[in-house]
């Protein structure tokens, strides 16, 4: 059985843009980029939980990544994705790295 069955999709910058040859500005691009395997578990009715700045919000969805996955910002866009179909679309609130894995909650 495979522990981590979906991908995590996030929104990223890929060009920082700048300037071309003639001088006109180039506007950055962002689009999706896979970060990582994981797996979601949905949250029905959850507690309200807190950020690391302290403000309250309440979980939708708890994704767990493994435990060398890279550090996602909170505020970033994500995607759980298993194959073409997006399971969940949502924003980090809350990465946790612990001894046997990642958890995210958006």
Not at 26 to 44: A, R
Not at 45 to 54: F, L, P, R, T, Y
């Amino acid at each position: 059985m495979n522990d981590y069955p979906f991908e995590l999709w996030v929104y990223a910058v890929i060009s920082d843009g700048g300037t071309d040859a003639n001088g006109f500005e180039i506007n950055p691009t962002s689009d999706w980029v896979k970060h990582s395997e994981c797996y979601e578990q949905v949250l029905g009715q959850s507690s309200v939980m807190q950020k690391a700045n302290g403000e309250s919000f309440v979980p939708y969805s708890k994704i767990f990544l493994p435990a060398d996955a890279q550090e996602i910002a909170n505020g970033t866009k994500i995607q759980v994705r298993d194959s073409d179909f997006v399971r969940f679309t949502g924003e980090c609130k809350r990465f946790s790295r612990d001894f046997e894995h990642c958890r995210l909650w958006a």
